[in-house]
């Protein structure tokens, strides 16, 4: 480790107080800030290299996240929903190269590509007995050259990461006295494809009554995107029930009312955040548009990948020996 490299971790080291405040660690590097961000550099500057821009569009409108080139030969690991069409990376110098997708892994939502070119900077992959993953460790969120660090602690180490994401119905419902009245319906959504109308009372959900908008939500919540629901609702006075296949929240739905408010309407967090098999939790928060780049530790090794925003104030990631796992069965299964 170079002497400037050192100084950096010490630094780190000694600043408990200042990052003893839960918001406090990921907000202390601020562009702006160059003579503290400059201090800590040199744990991440050998990582930046490999830290590229991966462009893209679909159906939403354009995407972009980070990718970490993972091989010299061009290979880059990104995360695979947030990657569409005729994907392009780029480096801070600015180039840019077309990308084909290699593979994906669905169980982590990350998605190797590769472009054309041989003279790379890879990340430098620790050795495989290594794992310094502790509960309050530090950690570095590196993005592109040009971007500024997040420095932050590991809040939960590795766990299976459940489904967080609720079944999406598409109704925004008042209240009503025999139950929840639909006001609106989001057009492609479950509900209008199942035939509801406005001013329907939905009033049983699998059995369960609903009372109200509130309850409507609370008993939607508790329930995942592809789960069948049989509800029973009133529609001009006469009773009528329907079997609904539960939905996704769309991308681009992002509407504060009672009938779809959660998290994602107070802050923007990355579509997939849930369903991992091991992921851990840090608050080194970077926007959900800069997900896919790596973490780093306090000796400045490579910790991880960012998998997701998942809130305000916290990320999930992939730890190093997992990801490097990844990394040979994507590549095992594309023969490369």
Same mark, same amino acid.
């Given at each position: ?25 990921? !907000? ?31 159906? *939403? ?23 569409? +069409?005729? $994907? ?17 892994? *669905? ?10 070119? *041989? ?39 590795? &766990?299976?990461? $459940? ?12 209240? !009503? ?33 609903? &009372? ?15 789960? +069948? ?20 929240? $769309? ?10 408010? !959660? ?7 990355? !579509? ?26 306090? *000796? ?8 997701? &925003? ?27």
């Amino acid at each position: 480790m170079s002497t400037s490299a050192r100084l950096a971790r010490v630094c780190l080291l000694l600043t408990p107080a200042l990052l003893a405040v839960p918001w406090a660690a990921s !907000h202390l590097l601020p562009d702006g800030q160059s003579g503290l961000q400059e201090s800590f550099r040199p744990l991440s500057a050998p990582v930046a290299e490999a830290v590229a821009v991966v462009r893209s569009s679909d159906a *939403d409108g354009d995407l972009r996240v980070l990718g970490t080139v993972v091989d010299g030969d061009g290979l880059i690991l990104t995360k695979a929903s947030e990657v569409g +069409d005729d $994907p392009v990376v780029e480096w801070a110098d600015g180039r840019r190269l077309a990308a084909r997708l290699v593979a994906i892994e *669905d169980d982590w939502d990350l998605a190797l590509l590769q472009v054309e070119a *041989d003279d790379l900077t890879a990340v430098a992959w620790p050795p495989a007995e290594v794992d310094d993953l502790q509960l309050g460790s530090w950690v570095l969120a590196v993005g592109t050259e040009d971007e500024a660090m997040r420095v932050g602690v590991v809040g939960a180490l590795p &766990r299976r990461i $459940p489904t967080a994401t609720p079944g999406f119905l598409g109704v925004f419902p008042g209240d !009503h006295d025999r139950g929840a009245q639909l006001l609106e319906i989001v057009p492609g959504s479950s509900a209008e494809v199942a035939g509801f109308q406005l001013d329907d009372v939905i009033q049983s959900i699998n059995g369960k009554r609903v &009372r109200s908008a509130l309850e409507l939500v609370r008993i939607l919540r508790r329930l995942d995107p592809g789960d +069948d629901v049989e509800i029973v609702y009133e529609r001009d006075g006469n009773e009528q029930e329907v079997v609904v296949v539960l939905g996704q929240k $769309p991308r681009e739905e992002q509407r504060s009312s009672l009938g779809s408010f !959660h998290v994602a309407d107070l802050v923007r967090v990355n !579509h997939r955040r849930d369903r991992f098999p091991a992921a851990f939790r840090h608050d080194a928060v970077v926007p959900s548009r800069s997900v896919g780049g790596p973490l780093v530790g306090s *000796d400045g090794a490579l910790a991880g990948f960012n998998l997701a &925003r998942l809130d305000r104030a916290g990320m999930l990631a992939i730890p190093v020996a997992e990801a490097r796992m990844v990394v040979e069965r994507l590549k095992d299964e594309a023969g490369l």
